[in-house]
């Protein structure tokens, strides 16, 4: 397939042949950091899965005490045990480097440390399902963050797998066999040249030969 | 100091607002997309929005795909889980791996 025109020089040939090896050492990195890649992506795709339908759950389950909690109390009452917050959520974000690729870090610190202490509410004028509630969505709540952590990782980790998987190929069946391709033409047009000198060294040997030879016997 | 943010209909977020998230009760699409373009403004780590909303704003959300932070996760609201945060890994997982040979028997 040596579609795009090459000069069959040796200079050509010296630089295709350091262009190939480049190519060869670039795909098999490429091809070590995909599978590692991969390996990595699906420890974490499961993790994920896993933490996804935990957190569904938990939300579903806090949606149905909250849904209680509304039946049972006046709108009024509850907008305003809601609307003060007591707990807060502070996210420390970094950065994690997974074979060059940056997935996000979190670390999280809350304003209270105390499970007990975040109703944000006295418990005179609100229902004890208000407290069930805003409990089991707590218990959601380390989860939910790490699942961000996590999902995030994830989708950036499939971005990178696929980018990756393409130059892999890329290099594999088109770049490398191509230039594979062109070393060939043109050692093939060299030994050619070569052989097509030799014959007329050859050629020209006979005749300066002979040319002698019937010199000599002139002579004699 | 990064936050966290709550995106989606009142009922379904409120609660979280008890837990120290800051919530945005929204209530139509064209608000969620005003609030959501803001809180990509500021200092938000991660925003959590309702199911329904993300895939009312699924355009705004695949532009933030391959950026790190913030993160935008889908989650499921008042209104039931649309299964969409499971279809979202698999879609992941085909999107690495070329088709989906983890998760195939579930779902």
Do not use: S
């Given at each position: 397939m040596a579609s795009t025109h090459v000069n069959p020089t040796r200079m050509e040939l010296t630089k295709l042949k350091k262009k190939l090896s480049t190519a060869r050492r670039g795909h098999k990195l490429l091809k070590d950091k995909r599978d590692e890649l991969m390996r990595q992506f699906l420890i974490l795709v499961k993790e994920n899965m896993q933490l996804r339908k935990e957190v569904e759950e938990g939300i579903l389950h806090a949606n149905e005490n909250f849904a209680l909690a509304r039946a049972m109390m006046q709108e009024e009452f509850l907008d305003a045990a809601m609307m003060v917050p007591k707990q807060e959520v502070y996210l420390e974000a970094s950065t994690k480097n997974v074979m060059s690729v940056e997935i996000p870090n979190f670390e999280y610190h809350t304003k209270s440390s105390d499970l007990s202490d975040i109703y944000p509410y006295g418990y005179a004028f609100t229902s004890g399902d208000l407290d069930d509630a805003v409990h089991s969505l707590s218990v959601v709540l380390p989860k939910m963050l790490r699942l961000a952590e996590c999902e995030k990782g994830c989708q950036l980790m499939a971005a990178e797998i696929e980018k990756t998987r393409r130059r892999v190929n890329a290099l594999e069946h088109v770049l490398i066999p191509d230039m594979m391709e062109k070393i060939k033409y043109i050692m093939m047009k060299l030994d050619e040249n070569e052989r097509s000198t030799q014959i007329r060294l050859m050629k020209v040997k006979e005749l300066v030969l002979k040319d002698a030879l019937e010199e000599r016997k002139r002579k004699e | 100091m990064y936050r966290v943010a709550v995106l989606g209909d009142r009922d379904s977020t409120y609660g979280f607002g008890a837990l120290g998230l800051t919530v945005f009760p929204v209530e139509e699409e064209e608000e969620a997309k005003r609030v959501l373009k803001e809180l990509l403004k500021e200092d938000y780590a991660i925003i959590y929005i309702t199911e329904y909303y993300a895939s009312k704003l699924s355009s705004l959300l695949d532009s933030h795909?391959?950026?790190?932070?913030p993160v935008i996760l889908p989650i499921p609201g008042i209104a039931g889980n649309t299964k969409n945060g499971v279809t979202r890994i698999k879609k992941m997982v085909e999107q690495a791996v070329g088709s989906d040979i983890i998760f195939r028997e579930e779902m």
């Open positions: - | 795909k391959n950026i790190a932070l």
